[in-house]
């Protein structure tokens, strides 16, 4: 800067040399500016400065370095933080944010699959047939592609609003990114507005919906080797 402006004083003294009335104005312009300039950057150098937030605060949430995962919530009791993997040790924000972003979406594909498997098996339909229980793990096969057709292009036009609502678009930044200003998670889609406005109800909330889905992801997991094992519906091995 200050480098600059000598450069830009010494031009100014040289090009209006030919005009002699106005060269003393003018160098006085060139130099007053060019002491406000450094003193103005001595301050800044000199003023303590208070690290800036990784982030922008979200949903009560200002990324903190100091804590484990940059302090999002989801460190649940009786474990507390639980990261024996360490994947979140020395991770950059971004991909941490990206993990978040992962571990709530698979919690709620998780519980709606849970919740699926139960009903899916046991709920007699027109189409499907009054014969229950059934077995879920049959049930894509069985479907004809003319059925399932209208899911995967609902699953295909939400993930595309996802995409563009969460993520930093290919060739604008960095690949596998989230926005800086998108919170993982939160779409915008609550018709039933249950989201929280004050942060600590937020916290919790989000905590609440990662301990179910963390186990629903289990369930799920274990439903699916169930029934491939034994053949038999979920709730069939229940005494009732
Ligand atoms: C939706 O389907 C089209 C056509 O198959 C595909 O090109 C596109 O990548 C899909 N979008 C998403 C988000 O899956």
Not at 58 to 65: K, M
Not at 70 to 99: E, H, M, N, Q, W
């Amino acid at each position: 800067m200050k480098l600059s402006l000598a450069i830009a004083a010494a031009a100014a003294i040289s090009s209006v040399s030919a005009f002699a009335p106005s060269m003393s104005t003018s160098v006085k312009i060139a130099t007053n500016s060019a002491l406000f300039m450094s003193e103005e950057v001595e301050t800044a150098v000199e003023t303590p400065t208070t690290p800036a937030p990784l982030g922008p605060t979200l949903n009560g949430w200002t990324p903190d370095a100091s804590k484990p995962c940059y302090g999002l919530p989801g460190a649940i009791s009786p474990l507390g933080y639980f990261d024996p993997l360490g994947f979140c040790t020395d991770r950059s924000l971004a991909g941490v944010k990206r993990f978040r972003e992962a571990e709530v979406l698979h919690s709620r594909v998780a519980m709606m699959a849970v919740l699926g498997y139960l009903i899916g098996e046991n709920t007699p339909t027109i189409t499907y047939g009054f014969d229950v229980p059934t077995i879920a793990n049959n049930q894509i096969p069985e479907v004809s592609l003319g059925v399932m057709f209208p899911f995967f292009l609902v699953i295909n036009i939400s993930e595309a609003f996802r995409a563009s609502k969460g993520w930093v678009e290919p060739g604008l930044g960095p690949l596998f990114t989230l926005r800086e200003n998108y919170y993982p998670g939160d779409l915008g889609f609550d018709p039933l507005g249950l989201k929280p406005s004050d942060p600590k109800e937020f916290a919790d909330m989000q905590a609440k919906e990662l301990s179910n889905g963390r186990l629903a992801m289990f369930a799920a997991i274990g439903m699916m080797v169930q029934e491939l094992v034994n053949g038999q519906p979920v709730l069939a091995d229940l005494p009732f």
